[in-house]
């Protein structure tokens, strides 16, 4: 399998290696930018969810239509008109939106921090539980720390994470360009 990969895609990414570190180059831009300007990037990250949710909700209300004879047209109709007025409020007022979504991205971090710390206590005779254990605290900690600074953070902690992650990505792909031209 491996021998597999190294004859029919090596080559071609061998060969590709400079658009990956032109991509890792514009995204570690792109995250500059949203470094720059983290209440901009928030609004960007929120109005992306909501076209999600807009798209998401009419495509439910469709699927309402298409199975109007079905039991289940009545879910598919709450469901659509759910996802379509969040969407469209996330348009109104996205700085509200953001307070409910960083909300939300806390009680995911706590609750997810917790369950990777029980996890790694369940692992504990095993060698590496300690590194679960650690990611756990780390993803415990940051839920705490945006929960600790909720409302008030809201209006950066979103763009703040857009920016982080296009930073991370870019060089990512910096890194794996540079490898697969060696």
Known sequence: MVQDFDTALK??????WGW????????????GIAFGNVLGATVASVYYV?????????????????VKKWESAVYWSL???????????????????????????AVALIVAGVFR??????????AGWGWIAL???????????IA???PVNSLWILGLFLAID?????????????????
Do not use: D
Not at 135 to 145: H, Q, S
């Open 11 to 16: 080559p071609s990414l061998r060969e590709k």
């Open 20 to 31: 990956f570190v032109a991509l890792g180059v514009a995204m570690i831009m792109a995250g």
């Open 50 to 66: 909501g076209i999600v949710m807009l798209v998401s909700g009419m495509l439910h209300l469709v699927q309402a239509f298409r």
């Open 79 to 105: 469901s659509g008109a759910c996802y379509t007025v969040a969407g469209v409020f996330a348009f109104l007022n996205p700085m509200l939106a953001s307070v409910a979504l960083t909300f939300l991205m």
């Open 117 to 126: 710390v029980w996890t790694a206590f369940k692992l504990r005779p095993l």
């Open 135 to 145: 990611g756990g605290l780390v993803t415990l900690a940051a839920g705490l720390v």
């Open 148 to 150: 600790a600074g909720w």
């Open 166 to 182: 296009l930073v991370m990505q870019g060089l990512a792909l910096i890194a794996f360009g540079v490898l697969a031209k060696g």
